[in-house]
Each structure stands twice: as structure tokens, then as C-alpha cells.
């Protein structure tokens, strides 16, 4: 059987039956949308028409995708396994819905061996690919933090900040067209008042989890997922072996 067409509209198509149920959302967008935010110092290697998916995790990635991912024991030992979850999905994913495609994968842990730099800067390529908005200082008029550096937080229209971004898919030699054009990601906190609170309740309590609900979310994560993020990862393990 020939293999489907990859272009901007299937990609994504193709990538959520795979993996929509095991708890990832994928968005496309065009490499040139990413680039042209960034210094060059940053930007992708890629020509500007490169088609490229961004893949985040929502709260069923947990109990759908890596407690049973856990308990097939393939993981035993590994100080990563959240990571090693989400590539054995990924991986997986690409090879059953584009076999013989050449599929560049960067994961939001990854570094460039050089640089130290991240392999992409996941917040910015979630925005540009309309997943979901990045609220940074400059997107709060007269902000009240002086020199204070604050750092910039993505909000998902349907989960707040109860997702995680874990990857780009550079779909090396799958050009996109003009025809396509980029939409912004829904502003879900768009009062200066609200983005205040936003980037205060992450810069200066991001464990309490409350910046996640500065919109009321669809679903956060289970209390399971949240015990799990909270303990410290040498003592995930004992965790997991204690529920069993
Ligand atoms: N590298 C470790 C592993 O692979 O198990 C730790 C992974 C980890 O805790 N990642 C955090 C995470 O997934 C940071 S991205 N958090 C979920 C969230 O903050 O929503």
C-alpha cells in the first residue's frame, strides 16, 4: 500500500491516530514561522517552507501513556523515564504513520552538544504553531518588576498549564506552501492584571501548581500525576512501587 501524503493538513491527522489516545496533541507549523522570531543564533537549519510539527502531553499522558509504559519494566534503573516514555512514543509513532520518511525529532530535553543551547525553544515554537500562548514580560504593559528577569509561560486554551511540550518533528524535505497561513494561539489571559498574576504565580510558586488554573482548565492532572511530579526524581521509583 502506497504511504498517505504528507503535507501540512494530514500530518497531524496521521501523527494523532497514533498517539491523541495515549494522552499527545500534535500542531504543524512552518519552520519560517519559527525562525522568524529568533535570533539567528537560534533558529532551525531548515529552509523557511519546512513543514514541522510540535508535540505536547496532556494530563492523560500519565495514566494512559506511562504508568503502563512503566509497567512492562522496560524502564527499570533509568534516571529518565518520563523522557524515555515519551521518545518510545514519539518514535513509534513516526515509524507506523510515516514509514520511510526522513523525521528529524528534537526533544524539549535535548541539548546542542556545542552550545549548551536547547535544540528549540519549545514555548516559542507552541506559540508560533498556535497551540498555545506564550506570556512573556513584554506582554504585560508597564510591568510592575523592574530589572527582575521573569520568566515567560505557555497557556493552553483547553488545559491552562496542566501540559507539557515535549518535542519537534522537522519533516526534513516536506516543503509547505503559501497557501497556508499561521494563526495565532488563542489569548485564554488576556488582561494585564491576569498575566501579572500569571507570571508572578510562576516565576515565585510554580510547585504549588496554582499558575496552571489562571484559566479554568478541562482536565489537570490526577493527584497521582501530581504526587509523582512533586517527589524528587531519585525517590520516583519508590513511588511507583508502592502503588504497585
Ligand atoms: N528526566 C526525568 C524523567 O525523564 O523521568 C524527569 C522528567 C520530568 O520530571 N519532567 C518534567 C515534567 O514532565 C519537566 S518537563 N513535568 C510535567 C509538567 O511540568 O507539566
Redesign the pocket.
Known sequence: MASPTVNFETVTRLLDDSISNLGFESHPLKIGWYNDVLPASLRQPHHEDTLAVVVL?TPDMFERAFLPFMEKGCCQGV??????CVKHTINSAISQSFPGKKVEVSY??EMLPASRKPKFLAQTAAHVAGAAYYYQEADVTDHPWGDKKKFGVCIHPRFGG???IRALLVFEGVQVGCEVLQSSPPDCVPSREARIQLLEDFNLRWQDWKYRDIIPPVQR?SQRQRDY?STR?AQ?PALLQEWG
Open positions: 502531553s534516571s529518565d523515564p518520563i523522557d524515555q524539549d530535553y496542566w501540559f507539557a492532572y511530579f526524581p520516583r
